[in-house]
């Protein structure tokens, strides 16, 4: 089953409005034009690196995973590029523990007995522990009534008087799925049913079946989620008796990002990010061979071109994205006090040519949804919107909900932004009416499928994006000023990270 992303849309029209109004044309911040850099830019080029990365795939079993053979290909074919035109490339190597689901089930023995659908009825957590019990069922501290506000779980006073061995049914809400789990383990819980809050959050959908994560590490019991309507009726049964099973474990994966620099301030240093890797089902040409291979071709212009910029800018190629974020947090996870000051901005860009898209900029100051990036995160947005506005292309906003790679920066106070052009959410009547294409339809039918291949790919708003990323990049690389806040390290936002990529955390 798809995690729904429940993308939060503000109101379109007013981003729109500030999208075509007039703008002189694209300029770097120093005065510098970006028209050579974004014509040399080319989707063309680009799709070319989506073939190589096809052709990968279909050598490698279909797909490009973090721990393939076709991830390690699509490695060497980006390195070679790299350092053939001039670049000295590192391979960060990293490791981590994948969650490996097998199976799960879930029943009502008693009253009434009742078998509970996987991926209808119930979801495993990632991460969840393994284990098979039989027992009777504890509510922990719900809210049913009025607003629905919920801190079930959130303490340890929350499951006093619980029963040790109980299994316990928990309400979605204010802290982490992870911690509600660790305190019911705490407890002595054999299981844990998390179900959804029931309250109403625009954007969001808190009524029905939801896909989490606990993160790592594997947690030591069972743990699934449901839907609020299941929760409830559970909860307003007597003498529940409930089966919970989860097979799953977890296995050792190494992995690699590939990093490459150009010249320039290391103290302002500019990261343009992309993550490689695909899902295991398949090629992920969209999701993500499209950023990587926009980002590719800008480092390989710049290097064309002789630019030299006057920040450093790492070109990084993120390993493990669809497992969990994982190397771009590595990489974030390995910088000393002094780098993390050193770090200006990251641009991350993750898919870019969804067939059925609509022109996605990160909210970096807020204003659509009231959760602002770092500092510096507006003026990466404003950027953007600038340049958008200079081409007569509208936009709209899309929130800072920690689905992609910028999750590590911007939890360490790193300004971030980025671009995006829709993954399975459906398209509304009011993004077609702007953006074209069809209401009522995914952004990217093919989203985490085996159809994600060069055929998903919309190559019309590829090369505008790749024209964004090229201006960006050199707007970034060439500005003589530091982001707004980076010099002190300090400002972390107001953003409330929900997801960690495609799995709610809370």
């Given at each position: 089953?798809r995690?729904t992303?429940?993308?939060?849309?503000?109101?379109?029209a007013?981003?729109?409005?500030?999208?075509?109004?007039?703008?002189?044309?694209?300029?770097?911040?120093?005065g510098?034009?970006?028209?050579a850099?974004?014509?040399?830019?080319?989707a063309?080029n680009?799709t070319?690196h989506?073939?190589?990365l096809?052709?990968?795939?279909e050598?490698?079993g279909?797909?490009r995973?973090?721990d393939s053979?076709?991830y390690?290909?699509s490695l060497?074919?980006i390195?070679?590029?790299l350092?053939?035109a001039g670049?000295?490339?590192?391979?960060?190597p990293?490791?981590?523990d994948?969650y490996d689901?097998?199976?799960?089930s879930?029943e009502?023995?008693?009253p009434?007995?009742?078998?509970?659908a996987?991926g209808?009825?119930?979801?495993?957590?990632?991460?969840s522990?393994?284990?098979?019990v039989t027992a009777p069922l504890?509510?922990?501290d719900?809210?049913?009534?009025?607003?629905?506000?919920s801190t079930s779980?959130?303490?340890a006073?929350?499951f006093?008087?619980?029963?040790?061995?109980h299994i316990?049914?928990?309400?979605r809400?204010?802290?982490?799925?992870?911690?509600?789990?660790?305190?019911?383990?705490a407890?002595g819980a054999?299981?844990v049913i998390i179900f959804?809050q029931g309250n109403v959050v625009p954007?969001?959908?808190?009524?029905g079946?939801?896909?989490g994560?606990?993160d790592l590490?594997?947690a030591a019991?069972?743990?699934?989620?449901t839907?609020?309507d299941?929760?409830?009726q559970?909860?307003?049964?007597?003498s529940?008796?409930m089966h919970?099973?989860?097979?799953a474990?977890v296995?050792?994966?190494?992995s690699?990002?590939?990093l490459a620099?150009?010249t320039g301030?290391a103290?302002?240093?500019v990261?343009?990010g992309?993550h490689?890797d695909?899902?295991?089902?398949g090629p992920?040409?969209?999701?993500?061979?499209?950023?990587?291979?926009a980002?590719?071709e800008?480092a390989l212009?710049?290097?064309e071109?002789?630019?030299?910029?006057?920040?450093?800018?790492?070109?990084?190629f993120?390993g493990g994205e669809?497992?969990?974020l994982i190397g771009?947090?590595?990489y974030?996870?390995?910088?000393?006090?002094?780098?993390?000051?050193?770090?200006?901005?990251?641009l991350?860009?993750?898919?870019?040519?969804s067939p059925?898209?609509?022109r996605?900029?990160?909210?970096g100051d807020?204003?659509?949804?009231?959760?602002?990036?770092?500092?510096?995160?507006?003026l990466v947005?404003?950027?953007?919107?600038?340049y958008?506005?200079?081409q007569g292309?509208?936009v709209?906003?899309t929130a800072?909900?920690?689905r992609?790679?910028y999750?590590g920066f911007?939890s360490?106070?790193?300004?971030a932004?980025?671009?995006f052009?829709?993954?399975?959410d459906?398209?509304?009547?009011e993004?077609?009416?702007v953006?074209?294409?069809?209401?009522?339809e995914?952004?990217?039918?093919c989203?985490h499928?085996?159809?994600d291949?060069i055929?998903?790919v919309?190559?019309?708003?590829l090369e505008?994006?790749?024209?964004?990323?090229?201006h960006?990049?050199?707007t970034?690389?060439?500005t003589?000023s530091?982001?707004?806040?980076?010099?002190k390290?300090n400002?972390?936002?107001?953003?409330?990270l929900?997801?960690?990529?495609?799995?709610?955390?809370?």
């Amino acid at each position: 089953m798809r995690q729904t992303r429940n993308i939060q849309r503000a109101a379109v029209a007013a981003t729109i409005g500030l999208a075509v109004s007039f703008a002189p044309p694209a300029v770097a911040a120093t005065g510098t034009g970006s028209a050579a850099l974004r014509t040399a830019v080319s989707a063309g080029n680009i799709t070319t690196h989506l073939e190589a990365l096809q052709a990968i795939a279909e050598a490698n079993g279909g797909n490009r995973a973090a721990d393939s053979p076709g991830y390690a290909a699509s490695l060497d074919y980006i390195d070679g590029l790299l350092t053939s035109a001039g670049y000295t490339t590192e391979r960060q190597p990293f490791s981590y523990d994948r969650y490996d689901f097998r199976s799960a089930s879930l029943e009502r023995v008693s009253p009434s007995p009742e078998t509970y659908a996987y991926g209808t009825g119930f979801l495993d957590m990632t991460y969840s522990g393994s284990g098979d019990v039989t027992a009777p069922l504890t509510a922990v501290d719900l809210n049913l009534a009025g607003d629905r506000a919920s801190t079930s779980g959130c303490e340890a006073a929350d499951f006093a008087g619980f029963t040790a061995g109980h299994i316990a049914l928990i309400q979605r809400g204010t802290c982490t799925f992870r911690i509600k789990a660790d305190n019911a383990a705490a407890a002595g819980a054999s299981g844990v049913i998390i179900f959804n809050q029931g309250n109403v959050v625009p954007g969001d959908d808190r009524l029905g079946l939801f896909g989490g994560t606990l993160d790592l590490p594997q947690a030591a019991i069972p743990v699934v989620s449901t839907s609020y309507d299941t929760g409830a009726q559970l909860a307003g049964l007597s003498s529940v008796v409930m089966h919970l099973a989860v097979d799953a474990g977890v296995s050792r994966i190494d992995s690699y990002n590939l990093l490459a620099d150009t010249t320039g301030r290391a103290d302002r240093t500019v990261v343009v990010g992309a993550h490689l890797d695909s899902v295991a089902e398949g090629p992920g040409i969209n999701d993500n061979g499209s950023g990587s291979a926009a980002i590719l071709e800008t480092a390989l212009q710049m290097a064309e071109l002789g630019i030299q910029p006057t920040n450093r800018v790492r070109f990084a190629f993120w390993g493990g994205e669809e497992d969990g974020l994982i190397g771009s947090e590595y990489y974030v996870s390995q910088l000393s006090a002094r780098q993390l000051k050193d770090h200006a901005v990251n641009l991350n860009f993750d898919m870019v040519g969804s067939p059925n898209f609509v022109r996605y900029v990160y909210d970096g100051d807020g204003s659509a949804f009231g959760e602002k990036g770092p500092n510096g995160s507006a003026l990466v947005e404003k950027v953007f919107l600038d340049y958008f506005a200079s081409q007569g292309l509208p936009v709209a906003p899309t929130a800072f909900d920690g689905r992609s790679d910028y999750f590590g920066f911007i939890s360490n106070g790193i300004p971030a932004g980025g671009l995006f052009t829709g993954a399975e959410d459906l398209k509304t009547a009011e993004e077609a009416a702007v953006f074209g294409g069809t209401a009522g339809e995914p952004l990217d039918p093919c989203y985490h499928a085996a159809c994600d291949d060069i055929d998903n790919v919309n190559t019309a708003v590829l090369e505008e994006m790749a024209d964004a990323i090229a201006h960006s990049t050199l707007t970034f690389a060439m500005t003589t000023s530091a982001v707004n806040g980076t010099a002190k390290g300090n400002g972390t936002g107001n953003v409330d990270l929900e997801y960690k990529a495609n799995k709610l955390l809370k």
